[in-house]
Structures are given as C-alpha cells and as structure tokens.
C-alpha cells in the first residue's frame, strides 16, 4: 500500500468521499431527503465522535457544511 505524502494532493478525493458518504446518508434515511446540508451537520458529528472510523477523517478532512458556489 502507498504511504501519502502530502495529503494536499488527495484533498479532491477526500471531499469526493466526504459528499459521497452525504448522498448515501440522503438516501438511507428520509429525514434527509430534499435537503444536501443535513447529512453533511449529521456526519460531522459523527467524525467528531469518531475520528477513526475512516481513515481520511483521521486526516482531519473532517465533513462539514457544503460550499455552494457563489454567484
């Protein structure tokens, strides 16, 4: 398995993981649906429990609120 170096790099594929894990969440529990920030609050308290459970949160690549592009 490669060692990352410069955790800067995967930085794109953390948050892929990251919206990843809300989408599933979005569609797994209906409380969730129709809305893209709530999964993002609900996993970001999960990561702050359990900081190991995947090993890009150990990273500190902790989910929070979703930027919207602006414009």
């Keep these: 398995m490669a060692i ?20 599933w969440a979005r569609r ?7 809305n893209v920030n709530k999964p993002y609050y609900w996993l970001s308290g999960i ?4 900081p190991t459970l ?5 990273w500190g690549a902790i989910p929070g609120m979703r930027k919207l592009p602006s414009g």
Excluded: C, I, S
């Design 4 to 23: 990352v170096r410069d955790v800067r790099l995967t930085m794109p594929l953390v948050g892929y993981l990251n919206w990843y894990l809300a989408r």
């Design 28 to 34: 797994k529990y209906k409380r969730f649906h129709g």
């Design 47 to 50: 990561a702050q429990r359990e």
């Design 54 to 58: 995947f090993v890009h949160w150990e």
